[in-house]
């Protein structure tokens, strides 16, 4: 006679009052870095998920939603980004959506968590397998700190932080923005990811209200996310000038792409009404 | 002393291996029909919330998405939609956004459970509000049969079903679909919730195949939907003739909405890589 099988569940309290969970088959890493608890498990429906202090970062079905629309809508928007940072996002997909772009020649990733990219190399090799393009190099500093001492220096900067709260507190702030207007060169390009236009609306506005005084055009765009609170995800580009709606579709085309194509680009820019009055 | 307050949670399994919960404040009804089983919960995080068979159906805080992409789309992609069929929709929410069309003369709700219908007009009203227009007649019918009995009648069949088990399985096969080109008159437009493009690809293929042979036109378009398995929601609409990209901007601001314009709709055929994959 056979008992069931356990009930292993990995679970996210998305805010306080909403929990997302998935079956899980096992526990692959767990440790307490100098700055949160890093965590790996397996799980059925979305393949192997990484969790930065208990709230889900990455998992290998969904991830490239995230990556791709993070990425290629400001380094599209770019003529020629050739000089690139990313600041957070030790995971290494940033990174390697931005690899992607023949025009890039140094790309930045500033984690200030040396542990996340070491168990992303381990655990997420896919997605972590950006960080070996020679053109990458990895820093592992206080990415509001490296923004003030590289002015002048970048065509793109994309923040792919965790919460706002926490490590990535000051990547909120308009003096961080501030720092990135100084630290990007003529004609460069700023991109966030901006939480949840469903649940997290005092966010969207905050990181628009933080980029407005040294940006003075921003697009908020949108993308589904499953694993991210409310399967509805934000970002926001800001830029000294318009940012462009139609880009290449050659080189849109040459990205290998599962979300993000050149009719994608133009699709963000019909911002729900919704989602506009957010920032309005 | 105090002790901590009950934890009170509702929990949806989506497919088998990921579970998305909502706390709650209290069930305001549960019931067994004749043909599902019917509960509502007030959530903290969501508002109101309607199960069926436990699977959630309607949220307060979430519907307008779902029902403004359900209807809007194929009601604007005709020109003049004055007969008006949802099949399912019993809680209303579908009907609501039709009736914001000022060419509708009658919209026929072909709901099989009296007491869906019955329960949203007492604990749902606003999503139910539309039932009262003097343009809608609420049927409690099967669909499928109604559809059979009904030719060349309607501008637009709405399938609001829900997931392909249970009651609403006749939805999607390629026979119904025969049926509602027949119940359409010339010009005529269909359109069908398919499911998730992340978690149901198989489904998406399902009514996308089974429109073929009836509408040689067909345009599968997402939305997020965070209540839904995956946050992320498929339609499809199928017509005779090939469905407008642009539709006009007047009509569309007429409606009054929170998610869907005339801009969302061009935005609609953008369709990631990653999907259009599912119906090749």
């Known amino acids: 006679m056979s008992r069931p099988p356990m009930e292993l569940w990995i679970e996210e309290i998305q805010g306080k009052d909403v929990r997302l969970g998935l079956r899980a088959k096992t ?10 608890e890093i965590l790996v498990v397996d799980t059925l429906s979305y393949g192997r998920a990484l969790f930065l202090d208990g709230t889900f970062q990455v998992t290998e079905k969904d991830e490239f939603v995230y990556h791709e629309m993070l990425a290629h809508l400001p380094m599209m928007s770019h003529p020629s980004p050739r000089r690139v940072l990313v600041i957070g996002g030790g995971d290494g997909g940033t990174i390697r959506e931005v690899v992607k772009h023949k025009e890039v020649e140094e790309a930045v990733l500033c984690e200030i968590d040396p542990r996340v990219t070491a168990v992303c190399r381990e655990y997420l090799p896919e997605v972590a397998s950006g960080l070996a393009d020679p053109r990458v190099r990895v820093l592992h500093e206080d990415g509001v700190s490296y923004i003030k001492e590289h002015k002048n220096s970048f065509d793109v900067i994309l923040v792919d932080s965790t919460d706002p709260v926490g490590p990535a507190v000051g990547l909120y702030s308009p003096e961080f923005y501030a720092a990135c207007k100084e630290a990007l060169r003529a004609g460069g390009i700023v991109c966030a990811q901006s939480e949840s236009p469903f649940v997290n609306g005092d966010v969207v506005r905050r990181v628009s209200q933080s980029m407005q005084s040294s940006f003075p055009h921003r697009l908020l765009y949108l993308s589904p996310l499953p ?53 309005e």
């Open 27 to 36: 526990v692959l890493h767990r440790e307490v870095s100098e700055f949160q």
């Open 227 to 279: 694993t991210y609170p409310s399967g509805f995800w934000s970002f926001t580009a800001g830029a000294g000038q318009p940012l462009p709606r139609e880009v290449s579709k050659e080189r849109a085309a040459a990205l290998a792409t599962r979300y993000y194509t050149a009719e994608v680009h133009e699709a963000a820019f019909a911002l729900p009404p919704f989602a506009a009055a957010l920032i």
